[in-house]
């Protein structure tokens, strides 16, 4: 079962950065597609960002410009770059594997921890 651990979240003020990592185990990171969603109270889970195997990246319209995911295939991890945070950024965030890269994909871990990304106005 693949395990994975999200961390770098904190209390930021808008326009402020934050950078997020997700530490997988148990698994051939470098054969996964690796995605980053968030879940704000009241709301579904909503895919921020997804990188292919290639480093193939896509991105939420909302996010577009702000947010860079990558990975690192040494290290197991994968990084979501947050720049210019907005208050409606605020957030879990959490990472998971993808089946594919492919739209509409669906994860194929169960939700983990997460952390949570708080911006302030």
């Known amino acids: 079962q693949v395990q994975l651990e999200e961390s770098g979240g904190g209390l930021v003020q808008a326009g402020e950065s934050l950078r997020l990592s997700c530490a997988a185990s148990?698994?051939?990171?470098?054969?996964?597609?690796m995605a980053w969603y968030r879940q704000a109270p009241g709301k579904q889970h909503e895919l921020v960002a997804r990188?292919?195997?290639?480093?193939?990246?896509d991105y939420a319209d909302s996010v577009k410009g702000r947010f860079t995911i990558s990975r690192d295939n040494a290290k197991n991890t994968a990084y979501l770059q947050m720049n210019s945070l907005k208050p409606e950024d605020t957030a879990v965030y959490y990472c998971?594997?993808?089946?594919?890269?492919?739209?509409?994909?669906?994860?194929?871990?169960?939700w983990g921890q997460g952390t949570q990304v708080t911006v302030s106005s």
């Open positions: 998971t594997v993808l089946r594919g890269y492919y739209k509409n994909a669906p994860p194929t871990v169960n």
């Open positions: 148990r698994t051939t990171f470098s054969s996964k597609v």
């Open positions: 990188i292919s195997i290639h480093g193939s990246t």
